[in-house]
């Protein structure tokens, strides 16, 4: 049965930074696009980012030039490194495999973990 695992979530300050990892098993990461997604409290699940097999990352508006996306194919695990945390980021992150990079509909999911920016 394949299983994504987010790790790296917690609580941090403002202006701080948290580094997510998405791991899987009976399943290689290496051979899928990723998507980070979240969803805050009330209201619908979002897209964060996305990142090619080869590493080419996508982002929304709303963490560009913040979040990046990068993933270690020899150890199949993706990261996504999250700097100047803001309230708004607060959310349950998700891992998922793409059907492909222009595909990006969602084939599985990870189970989420909470992150929490708050002073």
């Known amino acids: 049965q394949v299983q994504l695992v987010e790790s790296g979530g917690g609580l941090v300050q403002p202006g701080g930074s948290l580094r997510l990892s998405c791991a899987a098993s009976?399943?290689?990461?290496?051979?899928?696009?990723i998507g980070w997604f979240r969803q805050a409290p009330g209201k619908e699940r979002e897209a964060v980012s996305y990142?090619?097999?080869?590493?080419?990352?996508d982002y929304s508006d709303s963490v560009k030039g913040r979040f990046t996306g990068s993933r270690d194919n020899n150890k199949s695990l993706v990261y996504l490194q999250m700097d100047n945390l803001k309230p708004e980021d607060t959310a349950v992150y998700y891992c998922?495999?793409?059907?492909?990079?222009?595909?990006?509909?969602?084939?599985?999911w990870g189970q989420g973990t909470q992150v929490t920016v708050s002073s």
């Open positions: 990142i090619s097999y080869s590493g080419s990352t």
């Open positions: 998922a495999t793409l059907f492909s990079w222009t595909d990006r509909r969602v084939r599985y």
């Open positions: 009976e399943l290689t990461l290496a051979y899928y696009a």
